[in-house]
């Protein structure tokens, strides 16, 4: 059988230690038996089946997704399963449901954001699950501005309470993941007013309905906000509208870390810088991160083994066609994205180690890396998820006509996954604010302050403006400081280019607005030397096991060389390489593919993704495609009947009037 034999050779044609590859993309032996052990827990558990997701009717869909979550903490609780073990659990279960906002910004939020007091009265009831908890910060009419938000929470002094209110139609709360139908509780971003004074955007305690029969509180109204993109997907969330009339919470259902309000209405600021009350986000772009390691490695996965497994063209002379892996244009693009899969999952490492620090330093009231954590998980969050997104729609089109039927996997995989490019900031925005962060360490470079963490790299400016690169040679390319120089000296010239032209405005806002669209490329260019100088960090660890950290300098360097290749544009035109040496990047990037090859089955194994996890019948791992393709079209309910429901009202009449016609 052809797909059970090409995966089994490509298997052993592999030059590198397989399961030492598993423990370096799970990060250590201890998270791999971890991963392995609940993947398997949740394959095995029939309530987790997803294989009809795409067909359910929403509300079948929501039911199934309440059911699994019930089950889910059940098994939680009956296993005493560690966070750790019940995060994996999510993970393998695999869909978005008002757990991930209850666990992953609910209480991270109360827990940033809320006073020893507040955290101690709050956080045993959410552990618990006695309430159920929301992220309520997004408006009809404002999103990415939150300091544009409208809803209001006015101070009674009368009665030491808030008036939540939500004043226009614009300021209805509007997106907020598991608010719709489950959240008993939410963070409600609004307004602080006192005495009339408008003293911005703050966090707040609501709750929401009733913890006995979950109908909504008086002066409370709340919903869905209707169907989103694709079947399945982000569908089996509640994304929800919600309304306030006049709601009073008392005063202490203000989160007070940030700045209190006394019981005489007096704002008092504490030492922390007001930034914390976006902290919750740096949290959630930092996973989001992570995440897109995932998402990516699982598209690449499907297309690596279905590109090995499918066969077009090129009859051999045993009477085999070739497969459409050994393609080199399959491989130019495939391979680039197999690529980036390991080097987002390295710089998510990186990037949950720098969230570490800079919460282990805020505790201690060392606030001076935040802004530097900010540009990071911002500029890391942007580039990653879009990267990500583009890349499962390309191995969508890396599998062909197979690749657009939901038993692929990959139409769900993309359909749930693009939202990650809006959601938790706009790409876009969330660059532009990378960019504002750049301007600011160059503007201050000669001033005495050195720039730190990523950005160290331009206290070197005028070396970097003025090097040259040093290839003459296609394998010049393999070094890694050929080409840390190359991406340090573009990400440089980029930056220093826009604050120039950003000098010439008398207006800087303004400046900033025109020139908007280049700051954008500079604060990408900064990101992509951020990954790629992660991943040779990477590299200069201890790395055991046969032939893996050969591979990893493979990916590294396809990683690097394909970008450069990308952003030839960048590199040529601020003069950090010459056209030859980009033409000798790029042969050298070819010659990076067919190292590649021959582990390229290996490399996608390594992520040790279980068959129920990956959802694919293209992606399978014993490779048997065309039977189980061909067993799944059956499954279909269009093929529960072989004469379809509405052929007599709708063609038989076609068929008699074409026959009438006929005759006449
Ligand atoms: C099914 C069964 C399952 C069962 C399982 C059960 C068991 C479960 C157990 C465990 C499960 C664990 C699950 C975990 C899951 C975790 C993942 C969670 C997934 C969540 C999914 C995502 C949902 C999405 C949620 C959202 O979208 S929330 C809304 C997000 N909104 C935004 O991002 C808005 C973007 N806008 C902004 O951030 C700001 O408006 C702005 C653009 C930054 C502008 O700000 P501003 O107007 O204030 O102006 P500036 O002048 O630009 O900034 C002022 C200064 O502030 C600095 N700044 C800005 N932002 C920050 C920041 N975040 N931090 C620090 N500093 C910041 C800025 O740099 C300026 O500084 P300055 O020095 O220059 O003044
Ligand atoms: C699936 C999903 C789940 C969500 N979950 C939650 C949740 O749980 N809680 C919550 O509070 N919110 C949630 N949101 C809301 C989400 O955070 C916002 O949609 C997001 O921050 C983008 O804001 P926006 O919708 O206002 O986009 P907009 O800002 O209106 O963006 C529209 C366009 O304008 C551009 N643009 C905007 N501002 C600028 C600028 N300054 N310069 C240049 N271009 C600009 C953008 O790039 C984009 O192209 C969710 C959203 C989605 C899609």
Redesign the pocket.
């Known amino acids: 059988m052809a797909g059970f034999d090409d995966l089994a050779s490509e298997r052993s044609k592999a030059q590198f230690d397989v399961e030492e590859m598993k423990v370096i993309w799970a990060g250590s032996r201890h998270t791999l038996e971890v991963s392995d052990r609940i993947s398997r827990l949740v394959a095995n558990d029939p309530v987790f089946r997803k294989d009809t997701r795409t067909m359910l009717s929403r509300k079948d869909l929501f039911k199934n997704t309440l059911r699994k979550a019930a089950h889910a903490w059940k098994r939680i609780i009956e296993l005493r399963l560690s966070e750790e073990e019940a995060a994996e659990l999510r993970f393998y279960v695999d869909e978005p449901a008002f757990m991930d906002?209850h666990w992953g910004?609910f209480i991270p939020t109360i827990k940033g954001q809320g006073t020893e007091e507040q955290q101690q009265k709050w956080l045993p009831l959410a552990y618990k699950m006695k309430i159920i908890g929301?992220?309520?910060?997004?408006e009809l009419g404002?999103?990415?501005?939150v300091q544009g938000l409208e809803t209001t929470a006015t101070f009674d002094p009368q009665t030491d309470e808030f008036i939540i209110h939500s004043p226009t139609l614009t300021s209805s709360?509007?997106?907020?993941?598991?608010?719709g139908k489950v959240s008993t509780h939410a963070v409600v971003?609004g307004r602080l007013i006192i005495d009339s004074k408008d003293y911005g955007v703050n966090g707040f305690i609501v709750q929401l309905r009733s913890l006995d029969d979950h109908l909504p509180l008086p002066g409370i109204t709340i919903g869905d906000i209707g169907m989103?993109f694709g079947s399945g997907a982000?569908n089996t969330?509640d994304?929800g509208v919600l309304r306030f009339d006049h709601v009073r919470i008392p005063r202490d259902q203000m989160l007070m870390r940030v700045s209190q309000v006394t019981r005489e209405g007096k704002l008092v600021q504490s030492n922390v810088p007001w930034q914390l009350v976006y902290g919750t986000m740096v949290y959630v772009r930092q996973k989001i991160v992570s995440d897109a390691s995932c998402a990516l490695s699982r598209a690449v996965c499907i297309a690596t083994r279905y590109s090995a497994v499918r066969r077009q063209f090129g009859l051999q002379s045993n009477g085999i066609e070739t497969q459409v892996i050994d393609y080199k244009t399959q491989q130019s693009r495939l391979f680039p994205l197999l690529a980036s899969a390991y080097a987002f999952r390295f710089v998510g490492e990186w990037l949950k180690w720098l969230y570490m620090d800079v919460n282990q330093r805020l505790q201690a009231s060392d606030f001076s890396t935040l802004p530097e954590a900010h540009a990071c998980t911002a500029g890391l969050k942007s580039l990653t998820t879009s990267a990500t997104a583009d890349g499962i729609e390309e191995c969508r089109k890396l599998c062909g006509g197979h690749g657009y039927l939901c038993s692929s996997g990959l139409p769900e995989l993309f359909a749930v996954y693009i939202?990650a490019c809006?959601?938790?900031?706009?790409?876009?925005?969330l660059l532009?604010q990378v960019a504002r962060f750049l301007i600011k360490t160059v503007s201050q470079l000669g001033s005495g302050k050195e720039p730190v963490g990523t950005t160290v790299y331009m206290g070197r400016v005028e070396q970097l403006m003025q090097c040259h690169c040093a290839v003459q040679k296609a394998e010049d390319w393999l070094k890694p400081s050929v080409i840390l120089e190359a991406f340090e000296a573009r990400s440089m010239r980029m930056s220093v280019a826009s604050a120039q032209n950003l000098a010439k405005f008398d207006n800087q806002e303004e400046g900033f607005?025109e020139l908007?669209a280049d700051l954008v490329q500079a604060a990408v260019a900064h990101c992509q030397l951020i990954v790629v100088s992660k991943f040779i960090e990477k590299l200069q660890q201890d790395i055991p096991g046969k032939g893996v950290k050969g591979q990893l300098e493979a990916l590294c360097n396809i990683y690097a060389l394909f970008i450069l290749h990308k952003h030839l544009g960048d590199f040529l035109s601020t003069g950090c390489i010459t056209p030859k040496q980009a033409s000798l990047a790029n042969a050298q990037l070819r010659s990076l593919y067919s190292q590649v090859r021959p582990n390229a089955i290996a490399l996608v194994d390594a992520f040790n993704y279980t068959d129920h996890y990956l959802s694919s019948v293209l992606g399978r791992y014993d490779g048997n495609v065309y039977p189980k393709l061909y067993e799944e079209a059956w499954k279909d309910p269009l093929n529960d009947s072989v004469v379809p429901d509405g052929y007599q009202e709708y063609i038989q009449p076609i068929l008699k009037q074409q026959l009438r016609n006929a005759r006449l």
């Open positions: 906002l910004m929301c992220y309520a910060q997004t404002h999103g990415s501005n709360k509007w997106w907020p993941g598991g608010l971003y989103k982000y969330m994304n939202p809006t959601y938790e900031g706009d790409n876009i925005v532009l607005l908007s």
